[in-house]
Structure formats: C-alpha cells, structure tokens
C-alpha cells in the first residue's frame, strides 16, 4: 500500500496532533470533535483508496470492504504510535505492521 500513499512530511504530526486532540477535549468540544472527525475522514478515505489500489492490483481480495479494512489499518496505525511512543523497540513496531498486513484478506484463487 506504501507506494499508493504521495509523501507528505507533516501527515504524521498532523494526524498525531488530530488524534491528540480528539482524545484530549473532543469529548468536551464539539467544534474540536467535528474538526477531528473531518480529519479522520479525509485520512480514511485516503488509506480505503490505498485499499482499493491493492485489491485492483490482486494483492487485496476484491470482496473485502475497503472502508472496513481502512478502519482496520488505522487503528493499527494508531496503535502503533502509542507503542512506539512508550519506547517499544522498531523492531516490535515492524512486527506489529507485518501482523497486521498479515491479517488482510487475501484474494480466492479458484
């Protein structure tokens, strides 16, 4: 899915700063709620388009729901920011993606 994803140097700390924000007061606020919902939306669709690349390409089984598998990836990914920020080795980190990657739904040969 990588190379489907254009580099962006401030998506992480963007996203990390959504997040952030949205454990932190979303709750409490429903501008900051919506502005982190408007942000978590735009990354999801990127990552279900990632998705939808990897299923035309026959690397993802076609049937599966991209936007499932989208919510599946980021919560993941999100995931993963907290292991890594608790000090967790790249090598536990790496292990978790490959996992994860691992439980993607692969396509039917018949």
């Given at each position: ?7 962006a140097p ?5 996203a990390?700063?959504a997040?952030?924000?949205a ?8 501008e ?9 939306s ?5 990552v ?21 598998l ?8 999100r ?7 608790y000090?967790?080795?790249?090598d536990?980190?790496?292990?978790i993606?490959?996992?994860?990657f ?7 040969h018949?």
């Amino acid at each position: 899915l990588a190379p489907d994803v254009p580099p962006a140097p401030d998506r992480t700390a963007a996203a990390c700063f959504a997040a952030k924000m949205a454990l932190e007061i979303g709750a409490s606020d429903p501008e900051v709620q919506r502005l982190a919902h408007d942000c978590f939306s735009v990354v999801r669709a990127a990552v279900a388009e990632c998705v939808r690349a990897a299923q035309r390409n026959g690397d993802i089984d076609p049937d599966a729901d991209p936007d499932d598998l989208a919510y599946l990836l980021l919560t993941v990914i999100r995931g993963s920011d907290v292991v890594g920020a608790y000090g967790h080795s790249p090598d536990r980190l790496t292990s978790i993606a490959e996992s994860a990657f691992a439980l993607l739904p692969r396509p039917r040969h018949h």
